[in-house]
């Protein structure tokens, strides 16, 4: 078998055409194989330099959020002697968004020798809610902040934690909570799987919480937002400073949303409005209407 291969090697080399080199050709040939083989040396040598090269310095060049640098970069986990490589834009910037929940966006860049711009940016608005659920058979209650698309964000034991930020309280159908464990991947539900009959609702059928709530943020009026109440489809509420309720009753879309608050503000300009006194305003029926609140009117529902 061994001398079938060596009659074959020989065989085939036969075959191949053999190209006779010149001294100065081959010294030529030689001198090419070393540069190249030089460059290649000086290549890896610079990857491995770059790749073990330390983060030194971070430089938060924006920061709209009420994370402070300090926070910022201990999330991003450059206290000790950290290689670039672990650090790249893209990973760096996962990092910010896994750590620090209350931020929409983060860019990271990074700038030669050992230095990476960093520039955040926080949601806005948020909201936050009182729940009571049942967890493995132990009832759990506390109060949770979310985004507009129901993003758990951050949870506490009382509401002043989050009103003292700005945060606008909202009264929601009760929610399904497995765990109330904040997360990027944890956001809020309103149905389980197990429920059937007639009368079962779907998670379509709450999807009017979320629409809602990106329609506010689509409104730009969530610096003027006290609560939100959207407990029932039917039936959805927003206060105003403190001091005008509007009632929306049902909202179709965005159009429909739309028309509704334009409306609402239109009777509000044109009612005499007493600077010291609270209204309702009513724009979910055929007859709109403006009339004063009452003493309980505006507080309904508060816990």
Request: aromatic share 8%; proline share 4%.
């Amino acid at each position: 078998m061994k001398e079938r291969l060596i009659a074959w090697r020989d065989a085939l080399l036969e075959k191949v055409p053999r190209k006779n080199y010149s001294p100065a050709e081959k010294a030529a040939r030689t001198k090419r194989a070393a540069m190249l083989g030089g460059m290649l040396c000086a290549l890896l040598v610079l990857v491995l330099v770059v790749a073990l090269f330390p983060v030194l310095n971070v430089e938060i060049e924006s920061n709209q959020s009420h994370y402070t640098e300090q926070e910022l970069q201990n999330a991003l986990g450059t206290q000790a002697w950290t290689p670039v490589l672990s650090l790249l834009p893209g990973r760096a910037e996962q990092r910010l968004l896994d750590e620090l929940l209350y931020l929409e966006s983060a860019e990271v860049s990074y700038a030669f020798p050992g230095t990476l711009r960093v520039s955040v940016k926080e949601q806005k608005p948020l909201y936050y809610f009182y729940y009571e659920t049942l967890i493995s058979g132990k009832t759990h209650t506390g109060w949770l902040a979310v985004s507009h698309d129901l993003r758990v964000v951050d949870a506490a034991r009382s509401q002043e934690d989050f009103a003292s930020r700005g945060l606008t309280r909202i009264f929601l159908p009760a929610p399904v909570l497995d765990q109330t464990k904040p997360g990027r991947a944890s956001r809020l539900c309103f149905t389980r799987e197990d429920e059937t009959g007639e009368n079962a609702k779907t998670e379509q059928d709450f999807a009017y919480v979320a629409e809602f709530l990106g329609y506010l943020q689509s409104a730009g009026v969530s610096d003027r937002l006290t609560s939100v109440d959207l407990r029932e489809k039917f039936d959805i509420s927003v206060t105003l400073e403190s001091k005008y309720l509007i009632e929306f009753g049902r909202v179709r879309d965005a159009r429909d949303f739309a028309q509704k608050l334009a409306l609402a503000e239109q009777i509000l300009a044109e009612g005499g409005i007493d600077p010291d006194a609270r209204y309702i305003v009513s724009v979910g029926s055929e007859q709109p209407f403006l009339r004063p609140a009452g003493e309980m009117d505006l507080d309904s529902g508060q816990k």
